[in-house]
Nanobody, 124 residues
Framework: QVQLVESGGGLVQAGGSLRLSCAAS????????MAWFRQAPGKEREFVAA????????IYADSVKGRFAISRDNAKSTLYLQMNSLKPEDTAVYYC?????????????????WGQGTQVTVSS
């Protein structure tokens, strides 16, 4: 099982940008389909974006399309989430997740490896 550690969260004003990173170790990152999820206080964990293990296919939640971009660097075993035009409703703990040779999916059940999360707070 791959181990995942997120970083890059913080406090930002509405309209600002942040770049999250997820460092992987323990197993071959290059064959993992990867995703970002987020969980706001009192809400269910929700899908944000996912990327195929080759990196040629991506999917996004409607709420972040055009503002967020998921990418990966297999040589560095790192997943990224570039977040632009941030809104207060983007405030949440952001988690990276993965599954070895998994298909792209929107559900938590598509992924079986999870990080501990990084807090993103967007002030109005």
């Amino acid at each position: 099982q791959v181990q995942l550690v997120e970083s890059g969260g913080g406090l930002v004003q509405a309209g600002g940008s942040l770049r999250l990173s997820c460092a992987a170790s323990g197993r071959a990152f290059s064959t993992y389909t990867m995703a970002w999820f987020r969980q706001a206080p009192g809400k269910e964990r929700e899908f944000v974006a996912a990327i195929s293990w080759i990196g040629t296919r991506t999917i996004y939640a409607d709420s972040v399309k055009g503002r967020f971009a998921i990418s990966r660097d297999n040589a560095k075993s790192t997943l990224y989430l570039q977040m632009n035009s941030l809104k207060p409703e983007d405030t949440a703990v952001y988690y990276c997740a993965g599954k070895d040779r998994g298909g792209l999916g929107y559900s938590r059940s598509n992924y079986d490896a999870w990080g501990q999360g990084t807090q993103v707070t967007v002030s109005s």
